[in-house]
Each structure stands twice: as structure tokens, then as C-alpha cells.
């Protein structure tokens, strides 16, 4: 005898789940990479496939693809991890101070314990030292400063003060195309309204300041832009602004009364000799008071990239000028019901921000290692182009910094048809097809946004010098085969 | 000469703010913690006080109130987060063998890189099995395990799914008064409707199935109920749940076809003799295959409470039990945005379910260190409730379980009357008192929930045994003087 009122069926289903939730796209490690787990698996089960392994190219994860660790970061979060250590004469003094200090910041003296929601109140200040010092003494309030779980996690928090779902006249949020698909997973899940400028491919994917007026002009007609999104250097394409780009986006947001976020989580990764990061807030501090003092911008770090590529540890940080200081107070709230960030990012970011100098006795080998990570991300960055760039039917711009190429390749009409047939992006059957004939592993552009009839994809400079090359090879080898199979040249 | 629209005008501004942040309330954080933050400040600051110290009994932070962390646990955290430990002959061979195996689990072999975003597979491995021999013998499936950043990330998570806040007939998600704040605070930040289900303080805070009938009717006049959470042990009100009163609940979710999340976060703190942990899903099991295969339930543990209590590693899991498969590909997509959990709160949890067993090296020091963490709690647990029964005006029901006391206050008139004039809740005025009188920070009972009428607070049963007893002195004098002060009998 059975009192249920719905027989068979479930509470929550895909008819009654969040319907924002099911609108939510993330390609990073969307359908692509799923197929990557699954043809892996069937390889560890004694599968045959024309190729012994899976190449993931698809995620900016240095250390699954071998890079390693910084030694002196591990030490100083292994010594806050388990204190006995510090007896230990095989850790180095220079990291024992650092993690005594981080340690008499925490509560009970241990990482195990909760911090404050906006973080460690010594990470904070050595964090702030640490901007003060790359902007070349622009200054840097510590209680400016929010420890964060990831960047992403500071991006969605920030996104939430912001964009309210119910709000009739809908906020809309500005953001590069192409981007880095958690922005427009955010914009979805909070209803928000995504409102596209796209970079210029055809001058190294710089933004355009006359295209920032273009996309706000037209998105007034339907929603209230209110923030605007910038990636430097820019995920998945690998631009890194120059200083009179950041002063026509800054002149612009102080015009319109955008509020900016400034995504610099690759501040670090610059590789082309002409470039130089530029951050934002020392941009907008040059620009004089009236804009200094005025624009409310966020600027988010993590320890996920750079030359430690501690992802892992989902460790970031978010610096907030400007901020109303009741909205401040709102944020502290919001952030304190998720009690903290995790304590060992914390620590992992404290090294990255006061990392052994000169006179330090561990200085010789952290500069070596983090030289090593840096010179090799140069040296590929440069590889991939040139490789790319030889291959008909594709053009790759210069990687100018962070750690993808974005190159875009021709997709003969035959393959955009057959995609259509079968519902899919044209770029989303290459990549399939990519995967499926070789094993690697990348994100069809579609999943960042490109202009209507480009394609594009996104793959990693990560692997190794070796196998990067084999892996560009195979690429190679794929893309003329695919045109010419499609080209009707068979 | 200025271009800008609205000059001397903030983009956010407490009134352009997502109006459902601004709903956000989280007491344990709230405003008496800022107040017991500025006051330390003071006192550093080398101010005076009648006191010497501010005690934060306000959350439960065990190694900040001085709980010393599980040997075996760090030392494999340790060893993952820096190898080259492996080769050193003061860790034990036991935590080296679980330290491989979690790195083999790792990308790369590293702590640094991304795990898959529902987490480590071997970790996930280890949870079930855990579950398993914890539930005698009911299966758990890997696959059904999804590691989180702390348990308030899952929870947060799967209210997610659930809640959509533009749906017209608007999700109603039933809670216990009194509730831990994350709840109401993740309600208001998604614009669910909180329906409140009573404990009977009279009746050891116990679950009334009448009281839940009566709850879910009321609330079918203005939204739709679709999901209950229940927290076991309880947080604040230290109860442990019957075998029959869990049955009852699940057999009244089964009947209202409602979703049920299951807090067990303080599974392994139970300390009446008489009271025993059940989990939510064995009592499923044993109600048979009518309701194990139809209930959808979601278990929350964590590495933040127990015997371990590292809140800062920010580790836990959830089993999703009967979830709809297209539901789960939306779990892990929505997940996968925000990357993976902390890897070395992944490496926490793994320890606390495969901790060392009787045969290993380890196995003494382990079994000594938990047995005397838990036998300390149950002590200062039967304390606590002694010491505040013993105050006139005060009723403290007998702290089963978790870590907290939730003792009922008698305020007196008069002081009601005070607090209302100054527009705040009268426990809250009691709390202030408390603290500037005391330096104890404690948390109203009015950020739980409470009946109308009646007054409590929150205070951790975490201070050692000699500060603790100190503390519920200075309580018990500070209740004295504070009635006296109000009954007008100065």
C-alpha cells in the first residue's frame, strides 16, 4: 500500500530544476572533455584507439602536464601544515619565518582553523606590500584586500553584489568575446544579461575602445549595463593591453559609471619581448584623483597560474577600490557565510606575494625555478605560433602572455553542413574529431565566443617543449586531413 | 573638465545592491562578532576592559579555542604537499602509504593540480567504503560521492538546483527553528520561502512529525515545498535523533514527494549514552526498497567538526542518493565552473574516513589523540549543562551531541522593553551586555530562530576544561546581576 502522492516520480528533475542552472555552459570541461574522460577510461581498459594516451590541453592545469612545483612554496605550506617541521634542519630558515608568521595569524596557531572571511590579517598586509611594491608605490589598503577561493570564487561573489536576478530593468554585464566561459556560466546562473565586445582578431585581439561604445550603446536599448569585465592578459587569447588600451577602458567605465572588473590572473605570464603588464589600478592611479578616487574596480589574483600553477590549492585574491563602504560591509556578510577561504591557499598566495629575496639564502633556487617555468611558457608560446602558423588554414595570433593559443582555422562548408545535420558547432565536430583521431584534447572556440562564421579552438601551451611539439604535429597533420576530406579532394 | 554622467556617484550603492545579499543574515559572523573584534583591537591596543581577553564561544573553531590537530591527519597532508617527505624517516610508513596513494589519484602526482570537479576518484573511493562499514553493509556508490569546499559549499550547492527564484509558486525549503544560519542565509540569497519547523525545546529539542505536518500545510498556502533539511546531530540545539523520529521524517518526505538534505556533520559527536548516530540513509535502507529506491536524499559530512575539527582545510563530501541522472550531469556541470574543492581538504577527508586501523604503527597514537579530543567534548558537554542549570533563569537542555550549548534565558520584562526601544532583539542586548561585561562572545539565540517569547544563546562547548568552567562562572554572574538589574531589586 503506497501513500505517496507522486508515484515514480522525482522531486527535482530537468523540468524543475533551476531553470538558470540548466542554462549554464562551461566548454572548459563541458561534453569535450567528458568524451576525453571517457575514451581514457576505455584506454585504461585495453581499448585500442590510433593513439596510447590522452592529451588534455584543454585546462590551464601546469602541474597535471609535469610542471613542478615551486619548492620553496611547498616547503613554507608543508611547515604550516604540520609544525613539527620547524625542528626539521632540512626545511630552510627563510621559509620556517614565513610560515611562523603565517602561523601566528591563525587562530590557535594552526590551518586549521578558520580564518577571518576576508582572510588572514598578515596575508592581507603582505599581499598589499606586494602591490604597492609591482605598481611602483601606487598604495594599497590590506583591508582592500580579500583572500578568495580561486579567482572564480571572487568573481562570482563580486558578480552577486551586483546583478540581481529580479531586477525588471536586468543588469547587464560586459565582457570580452572571446572570454573565459566562467563569466558567461555566472551571467547565466544569475540572470544577468551578457553583453558582448569583441576583441579584434585581426590586430592581435586588442579591445577596441570605439567597440566598447558600439556593445553599450546597444545593449542600453534592452538592459542596464553596469559592469564591465576585462581579462589581461586576455584567457583564451593571450593579448596583453597596453597601457593606452587600459586608460580608453578606464576613461570610458569613469564616463559611463561602470563598475570594472579586472581579471589579471596571468599577470605574470608575459612572454612577448614588447609587452609588459600593465595593472589597472597603477593605470587608473596615473590617470590623476578624479579618476583614482572615483571608479570602483576589483582586480583578482590566484596561485593557479603564474610560474607556481598551485590550482589545486584554489588560492586568489581580490583587491577592491572604491567600494561604497556599506556595500564593503554587505560583501564582508556575504563572504562570511562561507566562513573562510581555504587556509593552505591562503598560505600558498602568502609565498607568492613574499617570495625569498636576494640576501635570503633560498633566493638562488626559487629564482632558478620559477626562471625554468617562465622561460619554457616563453619558448612555447613562441613554438606554438610559428608551428600553427605554417599550417594551412590556420592563423594564430602571437602569444603575448598567459598560457593558451586561441588560432583560428578554416572549416570547410561541406563540415559546416554535416555539423548543422548533426546539431552541432562547426568547431565542436573538428575538435570531436580531433580528439577522437589523435587524442588531444581542446575547447572548440564556440565555448568563448567568436564572430558569427569564425571557428576557433583553445589549447594549452602547458606540455612539455617535446610533447608539445608531437602534439602541434598531430594537429597539423589532422587539420590537412580534415580539409582535405571535406574539400572533396579525396 | 568632467565627462562623467553621474559624478560623485557610486555604481553600487546599498541601494542598487542585489536586494537579496542585502536579506543575507549570518549571526555566527554577525554584528556581536564585529563587536568582539573591535573590542580585542582595543585591548591590544593596550585599552581596559574588566577583563583581559575576549572569548569567542561563538563559533565552532576547535583548534582556535586550542584543540591540538590529529597527528596522522597532518602528516599526510603533509607528505602530499611536499613529496620529498616520503624519504624522511620521521614519518610513519602508514601515512606515506595513503600519501601515495591520494598523490596517485592527483594529477600530475601533484596537490597543485585540478582534481576532476566532483573530486579525487580514489578519495571518492575511500568515502564509500567509509560509508559502507559506518551504515553496516548498505552499498554506497563512488559515483554518488561529490567532495565540496567544507559542507556549507554542498549545501549552497544543492539548494541551487532546487531554487529558482523567478519561478511564480516560488520553492519552499522547510527548516528547523532553531536552524544554523547558513540555511536562512542561502535561503534569502536565493529568494526561496523559509518554512520553519518548531523543535520541542520541552521534549530535548526532539523532531515532532505533527509539528512538520502542521509546518508543510501552512506553507502549501503561499509556496511549494519542496524540500526538507534536517540537521543531525543538532546545530544549535546539540540533539540526536531517534531511529523512529528519522523514520518518520523520511516517511513523510516519501509520502510529500520532498528532497531531503541531510546535515550529519556532527555524526561522530555523540555523547549521551543513551543517544546513538543514524544515518539518514541507513534508516532509508532498513524502511526497504519502497523508500531506498525512491527518497532522493543528500548527506553532508565534514572535515570541520568531529574529532579532526580543521575547519580551515575547508573539506567534506556529500552523498546524492536517488538524484535523477540528468540532474546529476547538471550537478557536476554547474560544479565544474567553479573547478574542483581544495585538494588539501580532499587529503583531509580521505584520512578521516580510512584512518589508521588497529594493525598499523600508527593505530595507538591515532585511537589516543580522538578518544581524548571526543571524551574532552562529552565531559565539557555534561558540564556546560550542569553549570547553566544550576543559574536561576536559565534552562539548558542536556547537549546530546555536536558542540554546542543553546541554554533558554528568562529576560526579564523590563530588559525586553529596553532592548525594543533601541530596535534590537532582547537576547541580542543580553549578548552585548555579556560581552562588554565579560569579553564572552556568544551568539543570540534570535539568529537561530527561536519560539516568539522565548530567549537563548549559542556558545561552543570548545574552551578547555578549566577556561570553560571560568566562563560558564562568569555567565552565571553576569545572568545574576543582569536579572537583578531589571527586576529592579538593586
Known amino acids: 500500500?503506497?501513500?505517496?502522492?507522486?508515484?515514480?516520480?522525482?522531486?527535482?528533475?530537468?523540468?524543475?530544476?533551476?531553470?538558470?542552472?540548466?542554462?549554464?555552459?562551461?566548454?572548459?570541461?563541458?561534453?569535450?572533455?567528458?568524451?576525453?574522460?571517457?575514451?581514457?577510461?576505455?584506454l585504461e581498459e585495453g581499448g585500442t584507439k590510433p593513439f596510447s594516451e590522452v592529451i588534455k590541453a584543454n585546462i590551464g592545469d601546469a602541474h597535471a602536464m609535469g610542471q613542478k612545483p615551486i619548492t620553496f612554496l611547498r616547503q613554507?605550506?608543508?611547515?604550516?601544515t604540520f609544525p613539527e617541521l620547524m625542528d626539521s634542519p632540512s626545511f630552510p630558515e627563510d621559509a620556517k619565518r614565513r610560515a611562523r608568521r603565517i602561523l601566528q595569524g591563525c587562530g590557535g596557531h594552526s590551518l586549521g582553523s578558520?580564518?577571518?572571511?576576508?582572510?588572514?590579517?598578515?596575508?592581507?598586509?603582505?599581499?598589499?606590500?606586494?602591490i604597492e611594491q609591482r605598481d611602483e608605490g601606487v598604495p594599497s589598503d590590506w583591508e582592500n584586500i580579500y583572500l578568495t577561493t580561486g579567482a572564480s570564487d571572487g568573481i562570482m561573489t563580486i558578480l552577486r553584489l551586483l546583478v540581481s536576478g529580479k531586477d525588471s530593468s536586468r543588469t547587464g554585464?560586459?565582457?570580452?568575446?572571446?572570454?573565459?566561459?566562467?563569466y558567461s556560466a555566472a551571467i547565466s546562473e544569475m540572470d544577468a544579461v551578457q553583453v558582448n565586445y569583441y576583441l579584434d582578431e585581426d590586430n592581435c585581439w586588442a579591445l577596441d575602445i570605439n567597440e566598447l561604445h558600439r556593445s553599450y550603446q546597444a545593449a542600453k536599448?534592452?538592459?542596464?549595463?553596469?559592469?564591465?569585465?576585462?581579462?589581461?592578459?586576455?584567457?583564451?587569447?593571450?593579448?596583453?593591453?597596453?597601457?593606452?588600451?587600459?586608460?580608453?577602458?578606464?576613461?570610458?567605465?569613469?564616463?559611463?559609471?561602470?563598475?570594472?572588473?579586472?581579471?589579471?590572473?596571468?599577470?605574470?605570464?608575459?612572454?612577448?619581448?614588447?609587452?609588459?603588464?600593465?595593472?589597472?589600478?597603477?593605470?587608473?592611479?596615473e590617470m590623476g584623483p578624479e579618476y583614482f578616487n572615483s571608479v570602483e574596480l576589483v582586480s583578482f589574483h590566484s596561485t593557479s597560474k603564474g610560474y607556481t600553477g598551485e590550482c589545486g590549492f584554489r588560492g586568489g585574491y581580490m583587491e577592491v577600490i572604491n567600494m561604497d563602504p556599506?556595500?564593503?560591509?554587505?560583501?564582508?556578510?556575504?563572504?562570511?557565510?562561507?566562513?573562510?577561504?581555504?587556509?593552505?591557499?591562503?598560505?600558498?598566495?602568502?609565498?607568492?606575494?613574499?617570495?625569498?629575496?636576494?640576501?635570503?639564502?633560498?633566493?638562488?633556487?626559487?629564482?632558478?625555478?620559477?626562471?625554468?617555468?617562465?622561460?619554457?611558457?616563453?619558448?612555447?608560446?613562441?613554438?606554438?605560433?610559428?608551428?600553427?602558423?605554417?599550417?594551412?588554414?590556420?592563423?594564430?595570433?602571437?602569444?603575448?602572455?598567459a598560457m593558451y593559443a586561441f588560432?583560428?582555422?578554416?572549416?570547410?562548408?561541406?563540415?559546416?553542413?554535416?555539423?548543422?545535420?548533426?546539431?552541432?558547432?562547426?568547431?565542436?565536430?573538428?575538435?570531436?574529431?580531433?580528439?577522437?583521431?589523435?587524442?588531444?584534447?581542446?575547447?572548440?572556440?564556440?565555448?568563448?565566443?567568436?564572430?558569427?562564421?569564425?571557428?576557433?579552438?583553445?589549447?594549452?601551451?602547458?606540455?612539455?617543449?617535446?610533447?608539445?611539439?608531437?602534439?602541434?604535429?598531430?594537429?597539423r597533420d589532422f587539420h590537412i586531413g580534415f580539409l582535405k576530406e571535406y574539400s572533396g579532394l579525396e
Do not use: W
Not at 590579517?121 to 598589499?128: G, V
Not at 560586459?174 to 566561459?181: C, N
Not at 576613461?251 to 589579471?264: G, I, P, T
Not at 589523435?438 to 572548440?444: A, D, L, N, Q
Open 1 to 42: 500500500y503506497c501513500k505517496r502522492k507522486h508515484k515514480d516520480k522525482k522531486t527535482l528533475t530537468l523540468d524543475t530544476l533551476n531553470p538558470q542552472v540548466k542554462a549554464v555552459e562551461y566548454a572548459v570541461r563541458g561534453p569535450i572533455v567528458i568524451k576525453a574522460g571517457e575514451i581514457e577510461r576505455y
Open 76 to 80: 613554507v605550506v608543508a611547515l604550516c
Open 114 to 130: 578558520y580564518s577571518a572571511s576576508p582572510g588572514v590579517e598578515c596575508i592581507r598586509k603582505d599581499i598589499a606590500a606586494y
Open 173 to 182: 554585464v560586459m565582457i570580452p568575446i572571446p572570454q573565459y566561459p566562467l
Open 221 to 285: 536599448q534592452h538592459c542596464q549595463p553596469r559592469v564591465i569585465c576585462i581579462i589581461n592578459p586576455g584567457n583564451p587569447t593571450g593579448q596583453v593591453q597596453s597601457k593606452k588600451c587600459i586608460e580608453e577602458v578606464l576613461h570610458f567605465a569613469y564616463e559611463e559609471n561602470l563598475f570594472v572588473m579586472s581579471d589579471e590572473v596571468y599577470q605574470d605570464n608575459v612572454y612577448a619581448p614588447d609587452c609588459q603588464f600593465h595593472s589597472f589600478k597603477k593605470v587608473l592611479y
Open 326 to 401: 556599506e556595500v564593503k560591509a554587505q560583501l564582508v556578510k556575504l563572504l562570511s557565510v562561507r566562513l573562510c577561504p581555504p587556509l593552505a591557499g591562503q598560505a600558498a598566495m602568502d609565498v607568492i606575494v613574499n617570495p625569498p629575496q636576494p640576501e635570503e639564502h633560498t633566493f638562488k633556487q626559487f629564482h632558478q625555478e620559477k626562471s625554468s617555468v617562465l622561460g619554457a611558457l616563453a619558448e612555447k608560446a613562441k613554438l606554438t605560433e610559428k608551428i600553427l602558423n605554417a599550417v594551412p588554414g590556420i592563423k594564430c595570433n602571437p602569444v603575448q602572455g
Open 407 to 475: 588560432p583560428r582555422i578554416f572549416i570547410p562548408p561541406k563540415a559546416v553542413e554535416e555539423a548543422k545535420a548533426l546539431g552541432m558547432q562547426p568547431d565542436m565536430l573538428y575538435c570531436l574529431r580531433l580528439l577522437e583521431e589523435t587524442g588531444i584534447c581542446v575547447v572548440p572556440g564556440s565555448g568563448f565566443g567568436q564572430k558569427d562564421g569564425t571557428y576557433h579552438f583553445r589549447m594549452t601551451i602547458l606540455p612539455s617543449i617535446e610533447k608539445l611539439k608531437v602534439l602541434l604535429g598531430k594537429v
